[in-house]
């Protein structure tokens, strides 16, 4: 199974700021995803990020306020844009094993805007 | 739209016993089923996978997969208060859906 570290593991960030978080798998990988988890609740996907064109947002999920790279097949980051309160929640970078059709999670980052 | 759903729980099991843990289905076109189990304050880590009818074991766990009732569900045999968790329940077309998770207690 594919291996997948994010930076920063947790963050507290001012409101009105940017943060980036960055995902690394440690194989090549055709599919990356960007999840978010509120406390006590299910996975939300912001957006699938795609090798060389723009990421595919799901409804309710915007590029202005989530941009998302994917410069190759190992390696993705998404910012959360002029973040708010609301924008307090737990970010998942998920990879896909193409040869099994198994999906991963990295350990997630912990976001807390103030 | 398609949908999974699971009872969000909380199941309690005492320990030793079998944990049984469902999961319906909305998208007869799915083609392969996942169960994930979640601590509290991690990410979801993949336990089992089937794309059959029938039933996979892996260790004390075993998926149940019934295409046709479009149900699946997970079992965990000899429960350990180890595995008191979040299970998602996530099902496969073209995308993955997920389940908003089962709450498991093993009560020592």
């Known amino acids: 199974s594919a291996v997948i570290s994010q930076k920063p593991s947790r963050d507290i960030c001012q409101r009105g700021t940017s943060l980036t978080i960055q995902c690394q798998v440690d194989?090549?990988?055709?599919?990356m995803f960007w999840y978010r988890q509120q406390p006590g609740q299910s996975l939300t996907l912001i957006a699938t990020?795609?090798?060389?064109?723009?990421?595919?947002?799901e409804s309710g999920f915007v590029i202005d306020k989530f941009p998302i790279s994917r410069p190759n097949l190992t390696f993705s980051t998404l910012t959360v844009s002029n973040m708010s309160p609301e924008d307090s929640s737990i970010y998942l970078c998920s990879a896909q094993d193409s040869i099994r059709d198994t999906q991963y999670f990295g350990p997630g980052t912990r976001l807390t805007v103030l | 739209q398609k949908e999974v759903e699971q009872n969000s729980g909380p199941l309690s099991v005492p320990e030793g016993a079998i944990a049984s843990l469902n999961c319906t289905y909305s998208d007869r076109g799915s083609q392969s089923f996942f169960w994930y189990r979640q601590y509290s304050g991690k990410s979801p880590e993949l336990i089992m996978f089937?794309?059959?009818?029938g039933d996979k074991e892996d260790g004390r766990f075993t998926a149940q997969l019934n295409k046709a009732s479009q149900y699946v569900s997970l079992l965990i045999r000899d429960s350990q208060p180890s595995d008191s968790a979040t299970y998602l329940c996530?099902?496969?077309?073209?995308?993955?859906?997920f389940g908003k998770g089962t709450r498991l207690h093993i009560l020592p």
């Open positions: 089937i794309y059959s009818n």
């Open positions: 996530a099902v496969k077309d073209d995308k993955i859906i």
């Open positions: 990020a795609n090798q060389g064109s723009e990421a595919t947002y």
């Open positions: 194989s090549q990988v055709t599919m």
